[in-house]
């Protein structure tokens, strides 16, 4: 059995004022208890420049569980179509990736 992430989802909340926060959910298919496993969640511009990162801690990663989090980016994301993607990690190998696009609308005048 490969050890995998399936059901890889993450969603992103972008505030009137360009704050963002983000979730993400995954289940962890293999034979063995993982360790190392961490989760990247990025944030770029249609145009691929990047915007903003987050990774989680590193914690371990037990066959069947299905994991959750989320939290808050760093950065304002700047208006217009902005994409997203989340990548669960183990050791530098990829066990599986999300993403998806959605679309920033101008922050209000403070």
């Not at 034979?31 to 990247?40: C, G, K, M, N, T």
């Amino acid at each position: 059995m490969v050890d995998t992430a399936t059901n890889v989802t993450g969603d992103v909340t972008v505030n009137d004022d360009g704050t963002w926060s983000y979730t993400w959910s995954w289940i962890y298919i293999g034979a063995q208890i993982l360790s190392d496993v961490h989760e990247e969640f990025l944030i770029s511009r249609a145009s691929g420049s990047l915007v903003d990162a987050k990774r989680e801690g590193d914690h371990l990663a037990e066959p069947g569980q299905n994991y959750v989090g989320g939290g808050f980016g760093n950065n304002r994301i700047p208006p217009g179509e902005t994409r997203w993607g989340l990548n669960v990690i183990q050791g530098g190998r990829v066990l599986g990736t999300a993403g998806g696009t959605f679309f920033a609308a101008t922050p209000s005048e403070s």
